[in-house]
Every structure is written in C-alpha cells, then in structure tokens.
C-alpha cells in the first residue's frame, strides 16, 4: 500500500521568510498527491492537489507544491509566510483506487 | 447539506460501551472515508467506501470496529466493547473521485 513520509514534524520560521515542508511518498503505481492544512482546533482544509499534468501545482494562501517522480516527493513552498500561516500541515497520497493515506503532519510556527 | 456532517460532535462513553458516529457526506460523493485522529498524529486511515461497499478495511484496528454505508450515503462506523485507547477524534471525508476528499469537523469521542 502507499505511505507518506512528512520528515519534519516541526517547522518554526520567522515571518515573511520562505519555508519548505517537506513529503516523500512510497508507492509502486502512479499516484494523485495532496496537501491539507489544520488550523488550530478546526477540519481539514484541502491546500491543493496533484492529479496530472505540470509538475508544479499552486493552491490557495500562496502555497504552491511540485511534483518529483524521480525522487518521489511532493514538497510545499511558501516564498513569505504570514502568522496565520500557523498550522498542522499533512501530505497525502492517493493511487488509482482512490484509497487516500496521510502522513504524520509537520507543525508550522510562524514568529513575528 | 453544503458540507460533510459528522454527529455526534462530541460523546463521552463509560468503558465497555457501544457508540455510534455518523456521517453525512456531500451529496453525491461516492467516495466516504473513516480515519481517526489522536493528539498530535496524522489521521490514521481506518476505511474507505466506494458506493455502498468496503474498497479496503485494512485500517481497522480489530474486530470491535465496523463500519457501514448501506444505500451508498450515510455512514455509520460502530464500535463495540469501547476501550480508553479508543479516544480520538473520528474524522469523516468524501469525495467525487480523484479530485481530493473534504472532511468534516469530526466527532471527538471521550471513553471514560
């Protein structure tokens, strides 16, 4: 079955700086990848997807993902981040059958 | 409704008992979803419905899990002879097909 791989739990950052939360994915067919972020005590929210096509995906807040098949991994970027950036970031794979597992999520803390 | 609806949002259990959650996916979505969620984890996939079958149970953990989404719409996932271990936050999420799942607020289950 496919996993996901978050390799850091935490991120702290200063605002405004760029950030790199980091997913590596395992699976042995092709596969559609997401992003979903949880703000404190709410749902999850999806941040974007990767179904097809270009590599590099943008999703909303200013986020924006790209897609490696070679090295596996799915990494989310954010040139400037802002305080309300502050939240539990998870990644997610999905193969042809649409069975969806998460990783372990990286907690982004952005200082002012 | 415009959003996938979980209920209870919150039910406290003596050990031992039996308890019900309910989900109400997106209308339409044919794709539903169980994971559970501890402090500070990733969701934890438990099961994944495609119509009105079990596309894949592996996630539950044993036996006193079950879960069922009989006319392809409503879920319920049950589970008997509750334990401490069990207390979690059960999240719900549906999905059109491949474009991504949207969640619900979850139901944060307490056993005492």
């Known amino acids: 079955a496919q996993s996901v791989t978050q390799l850091d739990s935490q991120v702290p950052v200063f605002e405004e700086a760029p950030v790199e939360l980091r997913c590596n994915y395992s699976?042995?067919?092709?596969?559609?990848l997401f992003w979903y972020v949880q703000y404190p005590n709410q749902g999850l929210q999806l941040l974007l997807k990767?179904?097809?096509?270009?590599?590099l995906v943008k999703g909303i807040n200013g986020f924006e993902a790209e897609f490696n098949k070679s090295q596996t991994s799915f990494h989310l970027r954010k040139p400037s981040v802002h305080i309300s950036d502050t939240a539990e970031y998870f990644c997610?794979?999905?193969?042809?059958?649409?069975?969806?597992?998460f990783g372990a999520g990286t907690r982004l803390t952005v200082k002012p | 409704g415009a959003g996938v609806s979980q209920t209870p949002s919150n039910k406290v259990t003596e050990k031992g008992k039996y308890v019900e959650l309910r989900c109400d996916p997106i209308?339409?979505?044919?794709?539903l979803y169980w994971y559970r969620q501890s402090l500070g984890q990733g969701p934890e996939f438990l099961i994944y419905?495609?119509?009105?079958?079990?596309?894949?149970d592996s996630g539950l953990p044993n036996d006193r899990f079950f879960a069922v989404r009989p006319e392809g719409s409503v879920s319920t996932l049950k589970i008997q002879r509750t334990e401490r271990g069990d207390s979690a936050v059960y999240l719900c999420?549906?999905?059109?097909?491949?474009?991504?799942?949207?969640f619900g607020q979850g139901t944060r289950l307490t056993v005492v």
């Open positions: 990767y179904l097809s096509g270009s590599t």
């Open positions: 999420a549906s999905s059109p097909g491949t474009g991504g799942a949207f």
């Open positions: 699976s042995s067919v092709s596969v559609y």
């Open positions: 419905f495609q119509g009105t079958g079990a596309a894949d």
């Open positions: 997610a794979v999905s193969e042809w059958n649409n069975d969806m597992r």
């Open positions: 209308s339409g979505h044919t794709a």
